[in-house]
Nanobody, 122 residues
Framework: VQLQASGGGLVQTGGSLRLSCAASTRIFSSAVMGWLRQAPGKEREWVAAIRWGVGNTYYTDSVKGRFTISRDKAKNTVDLQMNNLTPEDTAIYYC????????????????WGQGTLVTVSS
């Protein structure tokens, strides 16, 4: 499966962006889809994840209440709505896919999108 991420860009502090990740094939119920990010000079960080089948969502503490992950089963897409952005959210954002929850959270998923850059200006 190939993952194509889009939606990054430049936004001011307090602004919003919506990232989207499209899968090239059908996503099965057992899959876990995630978003991770890597800021300049920092380690990669897991941001959010969703269990494709049941739709349960999970977030790292720093984005809770600001980011929302969602999926569209008909389109095989997973989105990340990001609100109230701060400069600390500046990073390349990657969507990932695996059947193993732990691998997604650990940043070791089998499938990765190419990344989309989010820049938040102060």
């Amino acid at each position: 499966v190939q993952l194509q991420a889009s939606g990054g860009g430049l936004v001011q502090t307090g602004g919003s962006l919506r990232l989207s990740c499209a899968a090239s094939t059908r996503i099965f119920s057992s899959a876990v889809m995630g978003w991770l990010r890597q800021a300049p000079g920092k380690e990669r960080e897991w941001v959010a994840a969703i269990r494709w089948g049941v739709g349960n969502t999970y977030y790292t503490d720093s984005v809770k209440g600001r980011f929302t992950i969602s999926r569209d089963k008909a389109k095989n897409t997973v989105d990340l709505q990001m609100n109230n952005l701060t400069p600390e959210d500046t990073a390349i954002y990657y969507c990932t896919k695996d059947s193993d929850w732990g691998k997604v959270v650990a940043g070791k998923a089998d499938y990765w999108g190419q990344g989309t850059l989010v820049t938040v200006s102060s």
